[in-house]
Structure formats: structure tokens, C-alpha cells
């Protein structure tokens, strides 16, 4: 809410936007307000589960007004149609375009995002003269999803979703639309280990391996 003086008198309007969840592809949380070239994306992308709660914590926070703090991290939301939204955050103090505050009456929601399960960081989407490498950062069990384009995208379009469980990367669902790049259903995670030389995954297609922390 913006408090603005007309004629000598005070008026509050809205500014809070809600955030609908269905329109969320996904959330990532960064320490840094640095701008993160795509291929080394080093955020803590947030569960389906998480997810939801920082949603449903922004659409119910209450307006505290204006206030200064330190930002310990920023939150960004992706959304469906490529658009962003970037939150400021300081325990349950939250900020989006201006320094009015909200609060989403949780102050260990970040420190319960960033840790529990083991983190995993990954390099994924390897195919010759059209590689594209991508690090993403995701948790035991927790789902998260790939589509594939190729060939920039002329004709070929491979859609997957994948879970960690076990040590092992379990491609539970998977539309491939073409026959020539098939996909195996798992891979084993190895220590430090990142994708194999593109010249085994030839006739694959993809290459796709995680590394543990």
C-alpha cells in the first residue's frame, strides 16, 4: 500500500500484485543480487511444495509500510510467459518495487527453503553443434523439468520430467516426438562427475548428469 498526499490529504492505494500459482514455472532464491548468466544459474530453485507457500505467504503478507533493511536474498519468480517478478527478502520482511514491506509472518521460510535435503547441483542438455548447458540446483525427491527444443526448435520438441531419489535421476515422464534422440530412463549420479563426452551420447542425444556437492 502507497500512502499519496492530494490537496492536503492523505490516500493509500494498492500496489501489492498477488501471484497466481498456476501461472508460476518456477522459484528460484539467490544470496546475491548479481546478475546470473543463464548457464551458470547457481539459485536454490524452490519444491512444487515451497513453491506454493511462498506464494500463498505473499498473497496473505499484511502491509507494514515503509522500511530499510539489509537483503540477504532475493527471490525471483518465472513465469510461464518469460515474465519476472524479483522479491527482496530479509527474514519475514519482504519488498518487491519500492521499499514498502510486507510481512509474511514466517521468519524461517528462506532458512527452511535453502536447507534440509542434500542440494545437487547438475549440468544438463548436451547434443553437438546445438549444446546447451544449464545449471540448476534441486533436492533429493524433488521433481523438476526439461524440455528439449533442438535443432532450435524446428520440428523437435522432447519434454520430460525427472526426479532424484536414491542417488539415481529417474525420468518418470517422458514425450519425445521424434525417434532418432531417444532417452535413457535413468542416470546414476556420480561425485564430481559431469556429462559424458558428446561423442557416446551420439545417437542418444542427450547427455544428462548430476554432481553431488
Known sequence: MTNLTVCGQTKSITDKQNIDLTS?????????????????????????????????????????????????????????????????????????????????????????AISGQKTITGTYGVYLDWSTYTELTIKENQTFEYIDRGFTGIGYKNYGKWKIKNGKLILYDYTENNSFHPMPTTWIIKKNELCNDTKKHKKKGQCLKLKTN
Open 24 to 112: 508460476v514455472d518456477f522459484i528460484e532464491i539467490n544470496n546475491n543480487s548479481r546478475q546470473v548468466d543463464t548457464t551458470q544459474i547457481t539459485h536454490k530453485r524452490l519444491t512444487y511444495e515451497q513453491t506454493k507457500l511462498f506464494v500463498d505467504k505473499w498473497n496473505m503478507a499484511k502491509s507494514i509500510g515503509p522500511c530499510k533493511y539489509i537483503v540477504l536474498y532475493w527471490i525471483n519468480i518465472i513465469f510461464k510467459d518469460g515474465t519476472k517478478r524479483t522479491f527482496r527478502i530479509n527474514g519475514n520482511n519482504v519488498k518487491e518495487n519500492n521499499d514498502w514491506c510486507y510481512d509474511i509472518g514466517d521468519l524461517a521460510f528462506i532458512n527452511n
